[in-house]
């Protein structure tokens, strides 16, 4: 293997920068401590700079505080809600909800739409497969379109939420068809489509056999029981005792 080649050992995502997804690698033994999300690290999510910049856009905030809207397809619930479902403050949903609607209008979000905010922020590679693939993550319930309350849900859980709650909410990306089980052939489909997305363009560069490789050693921690499938609480157990695994799910926002 030559020296500018990247393989990604035991990780979910891929860091898109190319950076060693757990620098200064912990000593044996040493403890794993979730990393806080600063502001810095949230506004590296493609969906929140979206969201933003949108709002940017349109100004400032025109009162729409309590979430209610005279003419939508879909009516979001209140805030107050909101904010107990999820661990944004008010002020953060409030343009959050900004830049939706403005986006939006109808209040709700299509696959379309997901995959032109992924082109553009990943407009060296094909982000079509893997916009599709977590459009359909957020799309819990198989409509086609996603709300404003699904959204920021999602986000929330991804971004603030416990461990375990990422775990699951992975566990779901990586589950396409949603059978409750991951077979590698899903999982390959998911590191592929990430690949094409950025990882070639990283530096170093990743070889073309690298999201083979990588579901072939996840398989080999998960799999215990060899039946070709990952259940997802072989998947929650192996990542929580997985330091690398660990380590990963905070690029999540490099790839969201």
Known sequence: MQANEKVVDGSLVPDANGKDPNPGAQTEGSKWQKPRLSRKSLMKCCLVKWIIASTTQQGPDSGDSDLELSMVRHQPEGL???????????????????????????????EETFKNIYAQFFPQGDATTYAHFLFNAFDMDRSGSIRFEDFVIGLSVLLRGSVTEKLRWAFNLY????????????????????????????????????????????????????????????????????????????????VI
């Open 175 to 254: 589950d396409i068809n949603k059978d409750g089980y991951i077979t590698k052939e899903e999982m390959l489909a998911i590191m592929t489509s990430i690949y094409d997305m950025m990882g070639r363009y990283t530096s170093p560069s990743v070889r073309d056999d690298s999201p083979f490789e990588h579901v072939e050693k996840f398989f080999q921690k998960m799999d215990r029981n060899r039946d070709g499938v990952v259940t997802i609480d072989e998947f929650i157990e192996t990542c929580q005792k997985d330091e690398n695994i660990m380590a990963s799910m905070q690029l999540f926002e490099n």
């Open 80 to 110: 107050d809600q909101l904010q107990a479902q999820t661990q944004f403050t008010r002020k953060e949903l409030q343009s959050l909800y900004r830049g939706f609607k403005n986006e939006c209008p109808c209040g709700l979000v299509d």
